[in-house]
């Protein structure tokens, strides 16, 4: 069981450059989201997904693509690279929220992205 | 989406109790209170989480108010590990409830402890 699995951990993008953040789960979650985390700062959410084939905006999700086709993958695509979207990038899932609200939210290990 | 309010900072000594207050005064009846804590250079990560009654496990208690406008998280030993940020967020029971799918994160309580 691997949980939350985020690739790449780090990387550095050049000014308008595109790249997709991976976001995979092995707990059959139906709830997946992304947040940014800039320095000092509490988490934003940029997308999440209730299902397979759903998506919705969160906070800031200008400059931001996401898709959901299957339960275990939720890529978040960055359309040109801003320096504005320096930022560290946490995926997180859990069951949906349903009758049991109390669902435990399992983040991803973090990727760290430098746009210069 | 219901709002948490949270201090800045708090601090603590080590093997003391410790108190970490949320405000959340537009919970709705069907939202559960959830606690994270997110250690330097990781994803945050799960405390505990409670709906009326207060809660117990191994790393915390969780003390909510009759009126659950309010909660109180307590961890009843503080150690230098337990040095984060601590998030208190709501999460809805149903789709069309407060917070359902948007879960938003303040910007949570930096407890420091010191030795």
């Known amino acids: 069981n691997a949980g939350v699995t985020q690739t790449p951990k780090f990387q550095v993008l050049k000014t308008g450059q595109s790249m997709t953040l991976q976001c995979a789960q092995d707990?059959?979650?139906?709830?997946m989201s992304w947040y940014r985390q800039d320095p000092g700062m509490g988490l934003r959410l940029i997308h999440y997904?209730?299902?397979?084939?759903?998506?919705d905006q969160g906070e800031v999700p200008n400059g931001y693509n996401v898709s959901r086709s299957t339960t275990e993958d939720f890529p978040l695509r960055l359309l040109s690279a801003a320096p504005s979207q320096t930022s560290v990038y946490f995926c997180?899932?859990?069951?949906?929220?349903?009758?049991?609200?109390?669902?435990?939210?399992?983040f991803g290990e973090g990727s760290w992205l430098t746009v210069v | 989406d219901a709002k948490t309010t949270q201090p800045n900072s708090m601090e603590s000594n080590e093997e003391e109790p410790v108190h970490l207050p949320c405000n959340h005064s537009?919970?709705?009846?069907?939202?559960?209170i959830h606690w994270y804590r997110q250690l330097p250079s990781q994803g945050p990560e799960y405390v505990i989480h409670?709906?009326?009654s207060n809660v117990n496990n191994r790393m915390a208690s969780l003390a909510i108010a009759e009126d659950r406008k309010s909660s109180t998280l307590i961890l009843h030993r503080a150690t230098l590990r337990d040095a984060a940020v601590y998030y208190c967020i709501l999460r809805a029971t149903h789709a069309g409830g407060t917070s359902y799918g948007k879960l938003t994160f303040g910007q949570g309580t930096i407890l420091t402890v010191h030795p």
């Open positions: 409670g709906l009326t």
């Open positions: 537009t919970i709705s009846g069907t939202d559960y």
């Open positions: 997180a899932s859990s069951f949906s929220s349903g009758p049991t609200g109390g669902n435990t939210i399992y």
């Open positions: 997904s209730v299902g397979a084939g759903i998506t």
């Open positions: 707990m059959n979650h139906e709830y």
